[in-house]
C-alpha cells in the first residue's frame, strides 16, 4: 500500500497582528531606552524614514521597514505615491521590580506593554559610572530576570481573575452549548494558570495545541509576545564586537527563552549616527568598519510576527501590504478594503522574481507569469497584486 499521504496541520500563530503593527520598548529604567527610540525613529541608513506624520506623539512613531523589493518596485513603476510597510515603535517607559504591584510607574506601564504585539527589550550591558542604575550595579542577567518575572506575575493574576470570572459562570450549571464552550474554555484557562505559575516560563514558550493558542490569543498575555533582545553596549564595545556580558546574556536567553533573537548593538553609537547627514554616516560606518544596525532591528522586529508582504502597483501608487505567512487571496485583500473581500472574484497576481527577471508587466505577460488567481491561492512573499472584485 502507498504510504498514507500525511496531512498537513497549520499551526496557529500567535497574537494578531494585522496591517498596524505595534512594537513596544521595554526594560530597566536608564537603559537606553528613549536614546534607542529617538534614533530609530529618524532617519536610518538605508530606510526611507524621512516622510511626514513619523512622530504620532512623542513616544510613538512610525519608521518604515527597510525592503528591497519595495525599492526596486519604485525604481520601476515611479509612482506618485510610495507607502512603505511601517512598524510603529512605541517608547514605553522603565519597569521595575515590584511593577506589577504597582511600584514605579506600575500598572499602568503594564497595560502599555499589553496593546503591542511585539517586544524590543532594551538590555544594559554598558559600563557607565555616570549612568545610574536602578538596581545599583550593571548586571543583565538579574535585570533579564525582573523583567520576565514582573512580566509572568502579571500574566498569571491576569489570568486568575478571568478564571474566576469563568468560574461564577460555570458554576451556575445549565447544560446548553454556551456553557460547554465557556467550560472548555475554563479548561484551557486553568492548564494555562497552572503552566504560568508552576513552570515559570513565558507563555508562548510552552507546547500548546491550534485551540489552546486561540484562546491564549484571546488573553493578550504579556509573555505571548515574541521579544528580541537588544543587547546595548559602549560604542567601543561594539565596534570590537567583544563584551563581557554577552556570552552570559546569549546562554540566559538559550535557556529561559530559547529561540528568541538577539542583536548585539550600542545606542550610544547609534545616537552618534543620527547627528550625521545620511551621506556622513555612510562615511564614518565606512571609516569604523562597521554598521547601523537599526534596519537589522526593525526588520527582525517585523519578522517575528510572522509576517510577508505583498504589493500593489501602478502609476499612483506603489504600495506595501502586510499579511500572516498562509494568508489566501481573499483575506489578502481585505487588508486593503473589507468589501474586496467580501465581494472577490480573482486575483492578478505577478511573483516578485519574476517581475524582476522579465522587467515589465508585459514582458511577464508575454511569458506567461501574470497569472490569474482564485480563493484559494495562497499569498505569497512579495508578490504584486491586482484584486478583482465584484459589486456586491
Ligand atoms: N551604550 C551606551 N553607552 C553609554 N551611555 C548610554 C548608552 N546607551 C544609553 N546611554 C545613556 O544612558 C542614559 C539613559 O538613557 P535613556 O534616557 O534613553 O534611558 P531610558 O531607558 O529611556 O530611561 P527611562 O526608563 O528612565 O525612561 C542616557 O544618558 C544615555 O545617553
Ligand atoms: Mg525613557
Known sequence: MPPKKQQEVVKVQWGRPGNNLKTGIVGMPNVGKSTFFRAIT??????????????????????????????????????????????????????????????????AFLSHVRAVDAIYQVVRAFDDAEIIHVEGDVD?????????????????????????????????????????????????????????????????????????????????????KPVIYLVNMSERDFLRQKNKYLPKIKKWIDENSPGDTLIPMSVAFEERLTNFTEEEAIEE?????????????????????????????GEDEVRSWTIRKGTKAPQAAGVIHTDFEKAFVVGEIMHYQDLFDYKTENACRAAGKYLTKGKEYVMESGDIAHWKAGKR
Open 140 to 224: 543583565p542577567i538579574r535585570d533579564l530576570s525582573i523583567i520576565v518575572d514582573e512580566l509572568l506575575i502579571k500574566d498569571a493574576e491576569f489570568v486568575e481573575k478571568h478564571l474566576e470570572g469563568l468560574r461564577k459562570i460555570t458554576s451556575r450549571g445549565a447544560n446548553t452549548l454556551e456553557m460547554k464552550a465557556k467550560k472548555e474554555e475554563q479548561a484551557i484557562i486553568e492548564k494555562v494558570y497552572q503552566y504560568l505559575t508552576e513552570t515559570k516560563q513565558p507563555i508562548r514558550k510552552g507546547d500548546w495545541s491550534n485551540r489552546e493558542v486561540e484562546i491564549i490569543n484571546s488573553l493578550y498575555l504579556l509573555t505571548a
Open 42 to 107: 529618524k532617519s536610518v541608513l538605508g530606510n526611507p524614514a524621512n516622510y511626514p506624520y513619523a512622530t504620532i506623539d512623542p513616544e510613538e512613531a512610525k519608521v518604515a521597514v527597510p525592503d528591497e523589493r519595495f525599492d526596486w518596485l519604485c525604481e520601476a513603476y515611479k509612482p506618485k505615491s510610495r507607502v512603505p510597510a511601517f512598524l510603529t515603535v512605541f517608547d514605553i517607559a522603565g519597569l521595575t521590580k515590584g511593577a506589577s504591584t504597582g511600584v514605579g510607574l506600575g500598572n
Open 285 to 313: 560606518c565606512k571609516k569604523l568598519n562597521t554598521k547601523s544596525m537599526l534596519p537589522k532591528i526593525i526588520v527582525t522586529g517585523y519578522n517575528a510576527l510572522n509576517l510577508i508582504n505583498y504589493f500593489t502597483c
